[in-house]
């Protein structure tokens, strides 16, 4: 068996709102990814998927357990977790090749490697003679490029990603997951991908964990068994439809507990309005 | 023939089928600008009818061609000059006063709940005080000068700058403050390498529209009391009953604003060309 690249271990994270109120996002996740493999995470909106891959990135402190990579406790964002978000977050004020660049600008590699790194990837992510375009040129598509090779730049242990192709429409997104699937197939990367598109955490992943909702736990891990490099035909064959058939199933539990905890939300939010509007009534006015 | 069952019945277009008259709909440039001439020419015209046609005296309304032969004469005597240079130099001293305290303290107050908490309610307090209310103070503290114009224009703006720079900084996405930190840009780096470029554009444009608000206050300021500007040269016309002099007066601020606007755009373009607000 592979090494264990990333343990999430016994991770929980309550948010307590500005009004008091607490929300128990995640309750005692434990999850892992090993050297080499992708790993996607699967939920509804408002599962906490995203809130657990900020956490593994180091942008939100878990309420308990911890984030171990290569064996050591992390504790702050670094390098070594690039990470692609779902917003486009671009420079816009730096061209593409300054935008791949930002981080080893940072760290003070030589000019030289920096134009050979650069060059390399804009070549990977198919954005040649982009170079010194600034990014209010570019498509959604063709931002989350630069971004995915920014991220990759850093040469970090592990890539992370959450929803980054949520904004794009459907044809764009099939291509993206695909050139993303080369990209990791070719240099051999280790991928933590959150989505809520089934389809999408399926043919990416070699294993899928499936969320539930609120508090956020690992309610199903399912591996993929289907080698690398993968074809665009698997999404089509009866293995990928069954398997997303049972994940679909799972999934759709969660979502309506999603959508009646939000319907109980609104009913609580504002009870002095619901005061008044039965004080109303109550005088016939309403 | 067979096909054509249907029964094409001849529709006549109404007048108010035309583009023009569409809700939304764009027109041809031509037929904008042609628009936009028409209600200046209207105007224009009706200016030349009642001055040159005497239908209104030339106390109330010179014509096109007495003023521009004052402000012929204003500008060779060099006392429009010394109006203009005056009004302009304080313009610029009581802004860039301004621009520098309240950039960095705006960003320093979207970025920082403390800086907030710590300055946010003495600015609410003051923008909500007119200006103009406190130039009789500033009168009895500073004199008639040059300094109270640059306290009023510094006044004017400095609160508003900083509010307007803070929520610019408080709105960018921290997102993107966020993306630097997994690229292991440490705090520093963030704020001067993201945090600061992303909120260049949203300043200059609030430069842009603050240093026009500068120009109504520094008039108001000079109307109240000065000796020198383009608001006591309008003043001092109208006590005179140059009325010509009161319109040369009025183009030239007007130019001026105009000016000041330009520059701040193509400042944008060129130093900005990567803001969206520079255009494609």
Known sequence: ?286 | MPMSTRNHSHYRPKWSDREVFQPKQPIPRGQYISFSLTSFGVIFLAWIILSYGRLVDAIFLPTPGSILKVGWEMAVSGELWEHMLASVTTILMGFALAAVLAVPLGILMGSFKFVEAFIEPIINFVRYLPVSAMIPLLILWFGIGRTEKVAVIFIGTFFQLIFLISDVSANISKELLESAYTQGARKRDVVWRVLIPAAMPGIFDNLRMTLGWAWTYLIVAELVSAQRGLGYMILQSMRGLHTEAIFVGLVVIGLLGLITDQSFKVLTKLLLPWSEKAGY
């Open chain 1, 1 to 286: 068996m592979a090494r264990k690249k990333l343990i999430i271990e016994n991770v929980s994270k309550v948010f307590t709102t500005a009004r008091g109120q607490t929300i128990e996002a995640l309750r005692h996740v434990n999850a892992y990814v090993e050297e080499g493999e992708f790993v996607t995470i699967v939920g509804t909106s408002g599962c906490g998927k995203s809130t657990l891959l900020r956490i593994v990135a180091g942008l939100e402190k878990p309420t308990s357990g911890r984030i171990l990579l290569d064996g050591k406790e992390m504790h702050r964002p670094g390098a070594d977790r690039g990470m692609v978000f779902q917003s486009y977050t671009l420079y816009e004020w730096l061209t593409v090749s300054d935008n791949i660049s930002f981080g080893l600008r940072l760290r003070g590699v030589s000019r030289k490697e920096i134009r050979e790194k650069t060059r390399f990837l804009i070549e990977k992510i198919g954005l040649s003679g982009f170079e010194d375009t600034y990014p209010k040129y570019l498509s959604g598509g063709m931002k989350q490029r630069v971004a995915i090779a920014r991220a990759m730049a850093n040469d970090p242990s592990i890539l992370l990603l959450d929803e980054p192709f949520g904004a794009l429409d459907a044809q764009t997104r099939t291509i993206m997951q695909e050139l993303l699937l080369q990209l990791v197939e070719e240099n051999r990367m280790t991928v933590l991908f959150v989505t809520h598109d089934i389809d999408e955490a399926i043919f990416l992943g070699d294993a899928v964990y499936v969320m539930s909702f609120r508090p956020g736990t690992i309610k199903e891990e399912v591996k993929i068994d289907v080698p690398h490099p993968r074809s665009p035909e698997v999404r089509t064959s009866p293995f990928f439809m069954d398997l997303k058939r049972s994940i679909t199933a799972a999934i759709r539990e969660e979502t309506i507990r999603s959508i009646e905890a939000s319907k109980a939300d609104m009913r609580r939010t504002s009870p002095r309005v619901s005061g008044w509007l039965s004080r109303l009534r109550g005088r016939r006015i309403l």
